[in-house]
């Protein structure tokens, strides 16, 4: 009956381990659309398996004369399945993630999360560590390789006081629970456009981030002036900066109705252009916006761990059971 009650173990284990992999293997190449409960749920299973597979080995340990090495790491390679397997699914059950689109200067309160956009969370996430004021000070850019990269200047206010941090792409900061991560960015220029004199759009409009090339991003907006039959297309010049990402950047400004262009510019801050039949644009100032993609902090390393202790235990089993122990 115990040997039985092994064997069942194992192959539980091995189903689930095969169908976890599968799984998440075709939800990566885009093959099937699953959702995070689903995956979660195939997670959980494969760290049931591996508890009770865990308990048929040790059952069985002391019987086991002579082979004891080999059982010990079996059981520990169940072990280091049901850690890894274990804190991914809590990773889901307690973790949160949304985003914040701030402009240099701004700030919002968190609220429980109703201060994110996009908000998911786990059924037992503790919302209510998503509080105080979170800050844009300034975003810059870094030099890296042929481009550059996001930098963002960001400071929480909490009860406990203040916290600044630096974020990149790559490079998060915990603060407390929360892990902060630079996502998109771009510029905010304020854009003042008139129509024979009068003022027809005065705005801070958030470019948009289009991806060029390997390396290269560009900024860059319409405005449609439906009122007035004309379109405003704008762009954020940065080919101007040096090596440090130092300089002024340039906006490029085009007036056009339909196909005809009324006129075009390259403007520095505080200039404006222009155009024919009583059209100017002028470039009254220029900020920069981000994305700081907020989420709970994981136990990614308790996780990398079991991993870890399953693929050394792995390789002892396979050792002790070469050697008959």
Do not use: C
Request: proline share 3%; charged share 20%; no cysteine.
């Amino acid at each position: 009956m115990r040997r039985m009650f092994v064997a069942v173990t194992r192959w539980a284990l091995v189903g689930s381990a095969v169908a976890f992999a599968a799984a998440l293997a075709l939800f990566r190449a885009g093959r099937v659309a699953l959702s995070p409960s689903a995956l979660a749920a195939l997670g959980g299973a494969v760290a049931a398996a591996a508890i009770a597979a865990f308990v048929a080995t040790l059952a069985t340990l002391a019987s086991s004369k002579g082979r004891w090495r080999s059982r010990v790491a079996e059981a520990a390679l169940y072990a280091g399945l049901a850690l890894a397997s274990g804190t991914g699914l809590a990773n889901w059950a307690l973790g949160y993630q949304g985003f914040v689109l701030l402009t240099e200067g701004e700030d919002v309160a968190l609220a429980s999360g109703q201060g994110l956009r996009g908000l998911s969370a786990g059924p037992l996430a503790r919302l209510a560590e998503l509080r105080g004021t979170l800050r844009l000070a300034n975003v810059s850019l870094r030099p890296a390789g042929d481009g550059f990269v996001p930098e963002s200047s960001v400071a929480l206010w909490t009860a406990g006081g203040r916290v600044e941090a630096r974020v990149t792409p790559d490079h998060g900061a915990a603060v407390g629970p929360l892990v902060l991560f630079q996502g998109a960015f771009g510029f905010a220029p304020r854009l003042v456009v008139k129509h024979d004199g009068a003022t027809v759009l005065d705005t801070t409009v958030h470019f948009e981030s289009r991806r060029v090339g390997p390396t290269g991003v560009a900024f860059e907006t319409e405005l449609p002036l439906e009122d007035h039959g004309v379109a405003v297309e704008a762009a954020i010049d940065v080919s101007g900066l040096d090596e440090a990402m130092r300089g002024h950047p340039k906006l490029t400004v085009r007036v056009r109705r339909g196909e005809e262009v009324l006129g075009e510019g390259a403007l520095l801050p505080g200039h404006g252009a222009t155009m024919r039949e009583g059209w100017q644009v002028g470039f009254a100032g220029l900020k920069m916006w981000s994305e700081i993609d907020v989420s709970r902090r994981s136990h990614r390393r308790t996780t990398l761990a079991g991993a870890v202790l399953a693929l050394a235990a792995a390789v002892a089993w396979a050792i002790a059971a070469w050697r008959g122990r």
